[in-house]
């Protein structure tokens, strides 16, 4: 049990990591009692390592088609797990594993301003007004996904100084 402690991410570091990649996997269940997964965008929301038990509010938020696979089960199901992970090798891997409830969000302006919130992370740089135009298309055949962890694993093997 020592061994798992010492890996754990603190909330800072479980924030930062979260902050710094780019692609989560959800995974929900499908039609046929199996795990579906899917790669997303995301962007972090209420994000304070301050914050106390049982985990800090580390949301995340993302859109999706409407016909979605994914959307279809988080409408029968609002449950997911989601997975952001990296490294090569045993002593690289760090990750973070988010037992979500998921709220699908369907009003149009609200998901448009999901899509605009993943479009300015992901382009960064480009004209807002274009990005607002290009989402704002998209938005009526989407809808968001707001995740919000009830339970959160995380794992830095760097901690571990090369050992196992």
Known sequence: MARRAAIRMTADELVRYV????????????????PHLSALWYV?????????PPVPPLRLASWTYARSQKAVNLGRDPRA???????DSYDQ???????????????????????LALA???TPG??????????????????????TPTRIASWDHTKLGGTY
Do not use: F, N, W
Request: hydrophobic share 40%; aromatic share 2%; with cysteine.
């Open 19 to 34: 902050a710094d990649r780019t692609v989560v996997t959800v995974a929900t269940m499908g039609p046929h009692g199996r």
């Open 44 to 52: 972090p929301q209420d994000t304070d390592p301050a914050a106390t």
């Open 81 to 87: 797990t989601l997975l952001i992970e990296s490294g």
């Open 93 to 115: 891997l760090r990750g973070v594993s988010l037992e979500c409830d998921i709220e699908l969000v369907t009003d149009t302006e609200a998901v448009a301003d999901i899509g």
């Open 120 to 122: 300015r992370r992901y």
């Open 126 to 147: 480009a004209e807002v007004e274009l990005l607002r135009s290009v989402v704002a298309e998209q938005a009526p055949k989407r809808v968001g996904l707001i995740c």
